[in-house]
């Protein structure tokens, strides 16, 4: 899919100058524009006053490291996030996910990479609903409504605000309430196929919607099929 013609543009935030450069650079070469922060504080302040399409995320950096900056941003915004991680610690990138970031790579990286996931996150932010099920501009099921336009979820008329690959994650099962889906099938339906996620990082997304639901009242949203995946459950209201 071609992604709109209107400039996206994108803030990388990294304390080494020379990577800044390097995805500028590559940004710009696939026609995104880019914006510039040395330390999270600089981000914080730039997210605030001039909010971007996207934040590529260096997690290790200085005055502010780059999980309390998505715990910051996710406080008002849900603007899309890519972790840029230097280590290649499971526990980094878990975390970095149950906070809200959308996805992650790990340095050293390759600057094409680094492209390819911030078009793939793009183009789930502006594409249509579109597949299985998931042709409908709002899906709702019980005390579950997504309006898949507008990108908003609530429960029994509650907002909850959620992070594009928490909303895709959860749109793909509301399309097929009742069916279990593997951890692989969610990972090719919300980023296609190929695309290189972790079992675990598809759990953090599940153990995010089943807390922020859960502070809405919605207990029991996704049910565990243990050995075969996840599938939504009956989203109804035990009060009622």
Known sequence: MILPSMPRTILVVDDDPHIRQLLAFALGKAGLDTLEAADGEEAVAIIARNPPDLVILDINMPRMDGLEVCRRVRANSAVPILFLSSRDDEIDRVLGIELGADDYVVKPFSPRE???????????????????????????????????????????????????????????????????????????????????????TIDSHIRNLRAKFAAVGAEGLIETRPGIGYALGPCTNPAV
Not at 125 to 141: L, R
Not at 180 to 188: G, K, Q
Request: aromatic content about 6%.
């Open 114 to 200: 680094v492209v390819a996931r911030t078009q793939a996150i793009l183009r789930r932010v502006n594409a249509p609903a579109s597949g299985e099920g998931q042709g409908d501009a709002i899906i709702a099921y019980n005390c579950l409504t997504l309006d898949c336009e507008s990108w908003r979820a609530s429960w029994d008329g509650q907002d909850v605000p959620l992070t594009v690959t928490e909303f895709n994650t959860l749109r793909t099962l509301a399309a097929r309430p009742g069916r279990v889906l593997s951890r692989d099938a969610i990972i090719d339906r919300v980023h296609g196929p190929g695309f290189a996620v972790t079992d675990r």
